[in-house]
């Protein structure tokens, strides 16, 4: 994972990461700090309102989960929303087993958040053509002197969404007149993923593909498809 700059640091400055935050944390909070716990939690009279052993050892696991997807990362915003995402489903499963009625408001209240507070999208400095339909097929056959990078993306995967902050930086950093940075879309155009061999069905783990052309051909491609037509895993990061 790579630690964020202090002027980068600022994106997590949004009503998206507070509200986040928040959720990530309202069991721990709730029921481990003893003054709020009894006005959250029943209790039978005698009995100490506090995080049980159970509970302790999901949120253990919960540690070792984000600990492990941290690796997988492609940047340190993609590795927050993973301890946002872990959290949040922790958090479920802990309030329905301690009070169902609890969880199921914290769960109504995840989805309104999540609906109304969407992350918030990369809006940064990109050197990046977009190419729609058959346009990046021409262009390779157009221009067969440039190297072009391509990233097959589709707008639903978040995946994709995390990829796109690091392929936009090497697009700034690296472009050339020669050396082309592009992107299209194959979940709009499924015939152009069909025709570079890129599945862009829901259950992909193709997605993003990460493609190098020169002269009409490709050369390199993330992830690559093994023996059993199934992507092998990879990392792709600045």
């Not at 301890?83 to 309030?95: Q, R, T």
């Not at 609890?102 to 190419?131: M, Q």
């Not at 262009?139 to 995946?159: A, G, N």
Request: contains cysteine.
């Amino acid at each position: 994972m790579i630690w964020p700059k202090l002027k980068e640091a600022k994106q997590i400055l949004t009503l998206y990461h507070l509200l986040n935050t928040i959720l990530s944390v309202t069991f721990l909070c709730t029921k481990g700090i003893s003054q709020i716990c009894p006005w959250i939690f029943a209790v039978a009279e005698g009995e100490e309102c506090a995080i049980d052993s159970r509970e302790r050892e999901i949120l253990m696991f919960l540690a070792v989960i984000i600990a492990w997807k941290g690796r997988k990362a492609t940047n340190w915003l993609h590795y927050i929303n993973n301890v946002f995402m872990f959290s949040k489903i922790a958090n479920i499963a802990l309030f329905l087993r301690a009070d169902p009625l609890i969880g199921i408001v914290y769960l109504l209240i995840v989805i309104a958040i999540t609906v109304v507070v969407p992350e918030p999208i990369y809006t940064g400095p990109e050197n990046v053509t977009y190419f729609q339909g058959a346009e990046l097929f021409e262009e390779l056959d157009k221009d067969r002197k440039s190297i072009f990078v391509i990233q097959f993306y589709t707008t639903w995967s978040p995946d994709c969404k995390h990829v796109t902050p690091v392929f936009a930086k090497l697009s700034e950093r690296f472009a050339l007149p020669n050396l082309r940075f592009g992107k299209l879309d194959v979940g709009r155009w499924p015939k152009e993923a069909e025709r570079f061999r890129v599945n862009a069905h829901p259950t992909s783990r193709q997605l993003p593909t990460i493609c190098v052309f020169k002269d009409a051909k490709e050369l390199k491609r993330r992830p690559l498809v093994n023996d059993n037509r199934r992507a092998i895993p990879y990392v792709f990061n600045e």
